[in-house]
T-cell receptor, first 112, second 112 residues
Framework: EDQVTQSPEALRLQEGESSSLNCSYT??????LFWYRQDPGKGPEFLFT???AGEEKEKERLKATLTKKESFLHITAPKPEDSATYLC?????????????FGKGTKLTVNP | DGGITQSPKYLFRKEGQNVTLSCEQN?????MYWYRQDPGQGLRLIYY???????QKGDIAEGYSVSREKKESFPLTVTSAQKNPTAFYLC???????????FGPGTRLTVT
């Protein structure tokens, strides 16, 4: 069964203090790892898709990386507006290509 | 503006009543999905549809029903058979099952 574990559950940073969020996964044949940002009471916002180990993608202060067992979301010099819950999901080869398995998320708070 | 709309944003119902949640997209996406989000849990797939007039059960389909009569619309009915219907419901769509999913703003359903 495909599984996703995100750590830490919650993270508090000071503005400008860089850090990383972790997404560990077990999947039968990775067909994509997805990062989303979710603000309270809203739907998740798509950030990145990674397909193979060694792949990296960047957007503003965010950089996502992928290995064969985990993905990291690096946040460089965060600002208070980066505060949100970050979700990781994987799509494997079992159960059809439609199924995404989500982690429980990391709640990031950036203090000014 | 292209996107996914869900209505209403908040919905209150009495136990024993069926309720239908609306989801519309103008992204010309073939695939549509319904998820449920509960505090402290990852998103869980209820139903999905990859093409008009066809849909499949997800991991937690019991007590729910859907229809896909138009490409743009994928309504979800929460029936009285659903044991714990109070939750945040999210609709998503994608170009097809292999691509990233985009989410709507969500409907918070409270059943008392």
């Amino acid at each position: 069964e495909d599984q996703v574990t995100q750590s830490p559950e919650a993270l508090r940073l000071q503005e400008g203090e860089s850090s990383s969020l972790n997404c560990s996964y077990t999947v039968s044949g990775l067909r994509g790892l997805f990062w989303y940002r979710q603000d309270p009471g809203k739907g998740p916002e798509f950030l990145f898709t990674l397909y193979s180990a060694g792949e990296e993608k960047e957007k503003e202060r965010l950089k996502a990386t992928l290995t064969k067992k985990e993905s990291f979301l690096h946040i460089t010099a965060p600002k208070p507006e980066d505060s949100a819950t970050y979700l990781c999901a994987v799509r494997g080869t079992q159960g059809g290509s439609e199924k995404l398995v989500f982690g429980k998320g990391t709640k990031l708070t950036v203090n000014p | 503006d292209g996107g996914i709309t869900q209505s209403p944003k908040y919905l209150f119902r009495k136990e024993g009543q069926n309720v239908t949640l609306s989801c519309e997209q103008n992204l010309n996406h073939d695939a549509m999905y319904w998820y449920r989000q509960d505090p402290g849990q990852g998103l869980r797939l209820i139903y999905y549809s990859q093409i008009v007039n066809d849909f499949q059960k997800g991991d937690i389909a019991e007590g729910y029903s859907v229809s896909r009569e138009k490409k743009e619309s994928f309504p979800l009915t929460v029936t009285s058979a659903q044991k714990n219907p109070t939750a945040f419901y999210l609709c998503a769509s994608s170009r097809d099952g292999d691509y990233e999913q985009y989410f709507g703003p969500g409907t918070r359903l409270t059943v008392t």
